[in-house]
Each structure stands twice: as C-alpha cells, then as structure tokens.
C-alpha cells in the first residue's frame, strides 16, 4: 500500500514566510522589511523530503484555504480578531510558486483544514494509506492519521475518538477561531464533563442552559468546531451538501435550523473574505 501525506500547505507558506523575512536599518530611524524567496522555496522543500521522509511516503498533495469561509457567514467574529494583523510580506508569491511547482488544492469557501479532512475521510477502501501533516490540534476531530510536525506525534484517531474530541472543543470554544464555548469551561473541564456524563450531545446542551445559553449557541459553536467530512461534500460541484447536526437530532429539530443551513449549502457566490489590514476602508 503507498502512502499519501496530506499537507497544510497554509502553515507551510506562513512559517517558510517568516523563516525568509527581516528587518533591515539602513540609517539610525529608517528601517525596511524584506524576504529572501529563495530561503523560503529552500525550507519549503527541506521540510517537503523531511515529511516524506520520516512517513515512509511515496507523494502528497498540499491544500491552501480559500479567500472565502463558510464560517464567516454563519459567524461574522470567526477569526475576525486576525483581520488586523499583518501577513509576512513573501506570504502570496510563496502560494503561488507552491501552486505552480507542485500544484495545490483548494475548495471555493473551505480552509486548507476542510480540504485535508475531506480527503482523508474519502473512499474507505482505497488502496493508498493517507496522513494528514499539519499543527493544528483541530484535526483530532477527524477520523485520520495525524502527524503533528511540530511535536513530532503521529496520531491514529477512531471515529468514536474524533466524535469526543469535537463536542469538547464545542464545549470549550476557540478563542484564537473567535468562537468562545461555555463560560469557565476550558479544556480540561470539558474533557471531565464528557467522562462523567457521557460524550453526548445532552452533556454539551446542559452545560449550555446552565450558563444561559441556547441550543442555537452550542449549535453555532459546533458548527465553528467541526470540520467537513466527505459525505457533507459535493465533491463535483465543490459546494457542501449539508451540516453537521447531533445524531439524537429527529426531522423536527434538523428542519428547525434548517434556515442556518441553507446559508452556506449550494451556491454561495457572496465574498466572504476578510479586508487585509492595507486595503482601504469602505463605508
């Protein structure tokens, strides 16, 4: 069986970034920043064989995000808090020396994330074995292999594992995503609250309606949480077919936030992306 590595080309790009950028003082109070592409293609490719490498594989496919989030429809403060925040300078010519060198994937209104979980979730019964390579702890929500380049664990979650770590992450929100869970419940007491009273959708609505919150909010939170698996896409149409909804969810409780649904399934042709901090203000 052969095995294919599954790349986050988004961490690539922003580490090999910064990796290639300075800051230069030309004079006492003028200063520059500039990138070495070069170094940043160098390290690029270093880490590419390292991967290889070290997974015994035998080639990969690397994925870059979308300008446009799904998220961001449904929740306008998903990763809004980065909006502010200044890109290396080298960030768009290494996407596109990637895209052109290697060639990337990407899904109109998905994150590199969605991407990598889709593929590795696809077509059980292939013959090549697939490892999702990234950092990003998220993808312990998805049934995979999961090697974690910067620890250096390889990870091989169950369904039953993923499911759990899914409503823990509901449970205790993502700050840095801009989504925040239940009040006073981080990861740990979460993890606890689903040992005690069962990884189930129940514990994570209790815990809501105790801290004053509705089932839309910890649906909205799941939602921000989870990340798309290959039956939730349309793979030829590159559009999601649906969300993800609780298991214990009769036709009733689907139809109810079926309006929240829509808005993202089919077609979604409205620009979701997010203003660059140069671009100019519009009113």
Request: glycine share 4%; charged share 30%.
């Amino acid at each position: 069986m052969t095995t294919t590595l599954l790349i986050d080309a988004d961490v690539l790009a922003y580490q090999s970034a910064f990796t290639a950028q300075a800051n230069i003082q030309w004079k006492e109070d003028l200063w520059t920043v500039h990138t070495d592409l070069a170094l940043a293609k160098t390290w690029i490719v270093d880490r590419l064989e390292t991967f290889k490498k070290r997974m015994k594989a035998d080639d990969f496919i690397l994925a870059i995000s979308d300008k446009n989030n799904f998220r961001r429809k449904l929740n306008s403060e998903y990763k809004a808090n980065r909006r502010s925040k200044f890109a290396p300078i080298g960030l768009d010519p290494i996407r596109a020396w990637l895209a052109e060198e290697y060639g990337t994937v990407i899904y109109p209104n998905l994150e590199a994330d969605d991407v990598l979980a889709i593929l590795a979730t696809e077509r059980p019964n292939r013959k090549d074995k697939r490892i999702i390579v990234s950092i990003d702890k998220d993808f312990k929500s998805v049934p995979c292999a999961f090697y974690d380049f910067n620890r250096g664990e390889l990870h091989e979650t169950t369904e039953e594992e993923a499911d759990r770590y899914h409503l823990m992450q509901t449970l205790a929100g993502d700050p840095v995503d801009g989504y925040k869970g239940v009040p006073g419940i981080g990861v740990k007491s979460a993890g606890k609250l689903l040992d005690i009273y069962g990884a189930t959708w129940d514990t994570v609505l209790n815990a809501y309606k105790k801290a004053q919150l509705t089932e839309q909010d910890a649906l909205m939170n799941a939602w921000m949480a989870y990340l798309i698996r290959k039956d939730e896409y349309n793979n030829k149409q590159k559009q999601i077919k649906y969300l993800w909804m609780p298991s214990c969810f009769d036709e009733k409780q689907k139809r109810k936030y079926s309006h929240l649904i829509h808005q993202v399934t089919g077609n979604l042709d409205e620009d979701l992306s997010r203003q660059k901090p140069f671009d100019p203000i519009s009113f």
